[in-house]
């Protein structure tokens, strides 16, 4: 099918229904894959802001259960299967004969005949993942026909059914675009918070750089307000935190259109109607990455920042959202914001473009000074309390040179001075004779191949590595490195090759993992005599540690008929497993959620009864091997843990109740 794009200027009211940038989709195509015809219900929309990435598709509720049959949505072969520890889970996916594929995810299981096939083939691999593409044309399925159950298999964080339409070229569309009746909204986007950050180091918002929050009021007539004065000068960007409701639901799903207007001329247009999804990591150009890592919250942009080049979701409109102040008149600002449905709400404020009367002198202390620094963007932000003079000066000490930088301007008796990184970086502050040195190694330029060296550390940046200029920070301890800010985001891992400080005993069993915000992620690494070479698709912090406890198993259930284990690993994590009965590999699923794995039966005459073996491997190289007898009169332990438990427990209440009715006795006589 050939696809056309229409486009409109989205200046109508919410009554007419703004027209947007849309495709034309073919209605009535599709069956609802869980229970047609009925009302249904989503637990996540089309383009939700999701960690690294868009969500694609749409979040069906499956009543909190398992088990619901999950419906071919239209005539197709099956071009891919999957089953996955992480991601999708098990899934399937159907190519049409009009080029659209369907993408169900997080299935508890297949239906036949594609269960026999892919038990077929992972005991042919002796695996549990595995990546199917049958033959065109191997299995042809109907429409409406039962081609799994919906579960809660992968990365799915409760029972659902991932349900994606994509078009021949890997777009991901939007599925409520295809006229499904089975979901209602008529509930328009909420506004929760507005933000307005400064983009150089001259503009300033409400007389301070950084960011300014506001909280957006619903008035009578259903439209939003500020009541707060904003005056801005230089340049700034709005940021928004919005979500959109649906009827008999309380989940919160993203936006599907934004509209910024600066005196009823549209400055920025944001749709996503469809994505590649090759960039939906780009998600992080288009949130405030950095708000996102320190506050938790995902924030979208209503400009286009630099390095947001790829994502095919904005108008090309001047100056790309970003707004610059200079007149000294007051702005009618509007945002409009809509659901998939055309739903809409809208926001007016006003912003007056007026230069600040900030102080520029501190009142002097006698307190020890303290000085703190960080990086928004371009501009280094230095932080000063407790100076010794009304105007102390700050200097920046290069490598050859220094440059004095007078304060900017002064909030609660702290000052601050700004200086733009693409004029240098400096190696230390220096305010009232107190020196402050800096980790700034080196600039970094987006699309363009560049690289770092020390003695004990060299970093390679691929000409795509980079959304936006990185001005890098380094720092080396013993068996850790530091290597840039966790706040700012990279499309493509950079590649570290790293000495410690101090010699590792166990290379062998040494790794690096990501430590940055408490977090403890294995990466790994090659050792090259007494260096480590790795890859790592985030900035932050690296730690080498050493693993040598092989992971560990416990029998939760035994049986002629279900075995379950629960396995763990007090490090790198668990790598594989395999599951032999009478040294033969039989099936075994894994929840990595639950921590849990079960055997499977390839056929229905299969029985484990024998000596049952599991082997597992962690991601350091450490093995462990577990063994158990099963036999027909085996029954299941978690029952006998279970009633030894109570056991215990309505003995411990028996011997209490004893107790008191002494007590009682004795306190009568």
Wanted: hydrophobic share 35%; net charge positive.
């Amino acid at each position: 099918m050939k696809l056309k794009f229409f486009l409109f200027c989205s200046l109508l009211s919410f009554q007419n229904l703004a027209q947007k940038t849309r495709l034309l989709y073919p209605k009535d195509y599709f069956l609802f894959p869980i229970n047609p015809k009925q009302q249904n219900y989503l637990a996540g929309g089309m383009g939700d802001l999701r960690a690294d990435h868009f969500h694609a598709g749409i979040d069906i509720k499956t009543q909190g259960r398992e088990g619901l049959a999950v419906q071919a949505s239209a005539d197709a072969y099956v071009s891919e299967i999957r089953v996955q520890t992480s991601g999708y889970g098990n899934v399937v996916f159907l190519t049409h004969p009009n080029g659209y594929v369907s993408v169900y995810g997080h299935l508890r299981e297949f239906a036949e005949p594609l269960a026999t096939y892919v038990k077929k083939k992972r005991l042919e691999n002796q695996t549990f993942e595995i990546q199917l593409k049958p033959a065109v044309n191997e299995f042809v399925i109907k429409k409406g026909q039962i081609i799994g159950y919906s579960g809660n298999t992968g990365g799915s964080a409760g029972p659902h059914l991932h349900f994606e339409i994509r078009d021949i070229n890997n777009n991901i569309l939007n599925p409520l675009n295809f006229g499904f009746t089975e979901i209602k909204d008529n509930v328009a986007p909420i506004f929760q918070q507005l933000f307005i950050k400064t983009l150089s180091t001259d503009a300033r918002v409400n007389g301070e750089f950084g960011r300014k929050s506001f909280h957006p009021i619903k008035k009578t007539d259903g439209t939003y307000g500020i009541n707060a004065e904003i005056s801005a000068i230089g340049e700034i960007g709005l940021e928004l935190l919005a979500v959109d409701k649906m009827n008999d639901t309380h989940n919160s799903n993203g936006l599907s259109c934004t509209e910024l207007f600066v005196d009823g001329k549209e400055v920025h247009y944001f749709h996503l109607e469809q994505f590649p999804n090759a960039v939906s990591h780009d998600i992080n150009v288009h949130t405030d990455y950095a708000y996102e890592k320190t506050v938790g919250q995902r924030i979208q942009k209503l400009f286009q920042d630099d390095g947001n080049d790829e994502l095919p979701v904005y108008k090309t409109i001047l100056q790309k959202g970003k707004l610059s102040f200079q007149d000294g008149k007051t702005h009618q600002i509007t945002i409009k914001i809509w659901d998939a449905y055309e739903n809409g709400s809208t926001l007016n404020f006003t912003i007056k473009g007026e230069k600040p009367e900030n102080s520029v002198t501190a009142s002097p202390s006698k307190s020890p000074l303290l000085i703190n620094y960080n990086i928004d963007d371009n501009t280094l932000v230095i932080k000063a309390r407790n100076l010794k003079t009304i105007n102390s000066i700050a200097i920046l000490n290069f490598e050859k040179s220094s440059t004095e930088l007078p304060i900017n301007y002064v909030k609660n008796n702290e000052a601050v001075y700004l200086w733009d990184l693409k004029k240098g970086l400096p190696k230390s502050i220096q305010i009232d004779s107190v020196e402050k040195s800096l980790n700034l190694q080196k600039t970094i330029l987006p699309n363009q191949s560049s690289s770092f060296v020390s003695d004990k550390l060299s970093i390679i940046f691929e000409a795509k590595t980079l959304y936006d200029t990185l001005y890098l920070e380094t720092k080396a301890v013993p068996n850790q490195v530091e290597i840039g800010q966790t706040t700012i985001p990279i499309r493509n891992p950079i590649s570290v090759s790293f000495q410690p400080e101090t010699k590792v005993n166990l290379p062998q069993k040494t790794s690096v993992y990501y430590t940055s915000r408490n977090q403890r992620r294995f990466l790994g690494g090659k050792w090259n005599t007494d260096r480590i070479v790795f890859k790592a698709g985030l900035l932050g912090q690296f730690t080498l540690l050493t693993d040598t406890i092989p992971p560990k198993a416990s029998f939760v259930t035994k049986s002629p008929n279900h075995v379950a284990i629960r396995i763990s690993d007090n490090l790198s994590g668990i790598k594989s497993f395999k599951t032999y009965l009478n040294n033969t590999y039989i099936l075994a699923d894994y929840d990595a959620k639950r921590a849990l794995l079960w055997t499977v039966k390839s056929d229905s005459t299969q029985s484990f009864v024998g000596k049952l073996r599991l082997d597992l491997e962690d991601n350091q190289g450490n093995k462990s091997s577990y063994e158990t007898d099963v036999d027909n009169q085996t029954k299941t332990v978690a029952i006998k843990k279970e009633k030894t438990k109570k056991a215990k427990t309505k003995a411990k209440k028996e011997v209490k109740s004893k107790k008191k009715s002494k007590k009682k006795k004795k306190n009568k006589k």
